[in-house]
């Protein structure tokens, strides 16, 4: 399809941007020059690069080979395309809702309780939507989560996080 095409390219150029943006980031002397703050920014950066070029070549395969619907191509490989409805406007809704709170709240209650209470929420609520998992089967994989996270940018890659009422 050309517009995913569009979107590869599109997507491409922001990661090139975002890889050269890095260079930018001052270095600390305590870590080393490949866990430092520019680390993650460029692993996330080649990540993009590689998506965006699969998508490219996946649509222009699709185009060679005459494929012109998204709904073809999804019948082909299994996948189904939801339709949006009403649950899954709602489900936008309450995200945009809680990712906002999030951000207002973080500064107050710091990183870790902030984001295993966002996280756990949103896990919860959209997999009420989809019956995936029990709750505490989610709530565990969150906390894990948020725990690795934590370590990882506080003490492998020395990022500070916001700081808050216990952590």
Request: glycine letters at 8%; proline letters at 4%.
């Amino acid at each position: 399809m050309k517009s995913d095409i569009g979107i590869g390219v599109f997507l491409l150029l922001v990661s090139a941007f975002f890889f050269a943006g890095s260079y930018n980031i001052t270095q600390s002397t305590i870590t080393a020059p490949m866990a430092g703050a520019s680390f993650f920014p460029r692993v996330v950066s080649m990540l993009l690069a590689a998506s965006s070029l699969y998508l490219i070549i996946k649509a222009v395969m699709q185009n060679r080979r005459g494929k012109s619907g998204s709904a073809e191509a999804a019948a082909e490989s299994g996948l189904e395309q939801p339709e949006m409805g009403a649950t899954n406007e709602q489900a936008v809704l309450v995200m945009v809702v809680a990712t906002t709170l999030y951000i207002l709240i973080i500064p107050f209650i710091g990183y870790l309780i902030t984001t295993i209470a966002f996280m756990s929420a949103t896990s919860l609520y959209l997999g009420s939507i989809h019956k995936k998992h029990p709750w505490y089967f989610t709530v565990s994989v969150v906390i894990g989560i948020s725990l690795a996270a934590y370590v990882l940018f506080s003490t492998v890659l020395s990022v500070f996080l916001p700081q808050g009422i216990l952590i």
